[in-house]
């Protein structure tokens, strides 16, 4: 299983970014996929996923903001980030947990991240 963020960068306060992720090796369609993000010297925590019936949950602090999406065919998820705020900056990472009734994925359930993309935003 592999996955690959890109579209990372800095931007100024209310800019926006699209992150995408790229997977392969596993289907697509069966596991459990989000977005999490790591800001310096704080845990990991989810920022977007799927639940189980497919619709799409967000974390508190990003609802109305960022929007999380899906390609089958192209097997990419991605994050449109609008509206940024200086507390958004972080590593942004994509994650895909096997357990497909355990959506939206959480730090812990999912099994495989790739090596995340930086997200910068200066006040």
């Known amino acids: 299983v592999h996955m690959a963020e890109s579209g990372g960068g800095s931007v100024e306060s209310g800019g926006s970014l699209r992150l995408s992720c790229a997977a392969s090796?596993?289907?697509?369609?069966?596991?459990?996929m989000g977005w999490f993000r790591q800001a310096p010297g704080k845990g990991r925590e989810a920022v977007a996923g799927?639940?189980?019936?497919?619709?799409?949950s967000y974390t508190d602090s990003v609802k109305g903001r960022f929007t999380i999406s899906r390609d089958e065919d192209k097997r990419t998820i991605s994050l449109q980030l609008n509206s940024l705020k200086p507390e958004d900056t972080a590593m942004f990472y994509c994650?895909?947990?096997?357990?497909?009734?355990?959506?939206?994925?959480?730090?812990?359930?999912?099994?495989?991240w790739g090596k995340g993309t930086q997200v910068t935003v200066s006040s």
């Open positions: 994650a895909a947990g096997r357990n497909s009734s355990n959506c939206p994925p959480t730090p812990q359930s999912s099994n495989y």
């Open positions: 799927w639940a189980s019936d497919g619709s799409a």
């Open positions: 090796g596993y289907t697509f369609s069966t596991y459990c």
